[in-house]
């Protein structure tokens, strides 16, 4: 193949090669996501944070992010902060208003053996996350499986053309 077809042809080669890599490590992260919201929320302890700040993030290919600022009391009233704990665009959506935080405190889950944010859920975002992370793995296997089997149609096929070639002249 020569020309546009060819040029194109070896682009759309080498993004189902990505999509066969990229797709099963993007299943993978969602449900390693998925389970720890999962094991918090089923064995976290809950508490009442204040909300220190909210964080919104636009990434230049569109699309938005939110994270809050969180600050408790754990159960043996040791000061606790979690900071950029993020929440889905359906949560934000509810609690800042033109750009202002509506609310001055969440209720969350957090595991006390472990610091940081990764063992802090928002109690009422938890489900939407948990969703997001199952969908997500939908699209990571989905895109998995048709560059696997993309990139083995265009490889082979290739191959045999290659073999057919020196026989033909």
Same mark, same amino acid.
């Given at each position: 193949?020569?020309? @546009? ?6 682009? @759309? ?26 094991? @918090? ?29 969180? =600050? ?19 949560? !934000? ?25 990764? !063992?802090?859920? @928002? ?6 996350? =948990? ?9 990571? =296997? ?9 990139? =083995? ?15 033909? !002249?």
């Amino acid at each position: 193949m020569s020309g @546009i077809v060819g040029w194109i042809t070896g682009k @759309i080669k080498w993004l189902l090669l990505i999509a066969a890599i990229g797709g099963p490590v993007l299943a993978f992260f969602s449900w390693q996501d998925g389970e720890r919201v999962r094991t @918090i929320a089923a064995k976290g302890i809950e508490a009442q944070a204040s909300v220190e700040g909210a964080t919104r993030t636009k990434r230049r290919r569109g699309g938005t992010s939110y994270s809050v600022d969180l =600050a408790w009391k754990d159960a043996t009233g040791k000061d606790r902060t979690a900071e950029k704990i993020s929440v889905s665009n359906e949560f !934000a959506n509810r609690i800042i208003r033109n750009d202002k935080l509506t609310v001055d405190s969440l209720k969350i889950k957090y595991l006390p053996d472990e610091p940081g944010k990764d !063992a802090v859920i @928002i109690a009422d975002d938890a489900a939407k996350q =948990a969703d997001q992370d199952s969908e997500m793995i939908y699209v990571g =296997a989905g895109a998995g499986a048709i560059g696997i089997v993309g990139s =083995a149609l265009f490889f082979l096929l290739g191959r045999r053309r290659q073999e057919d070639e020196p026989q033909a !002249a």
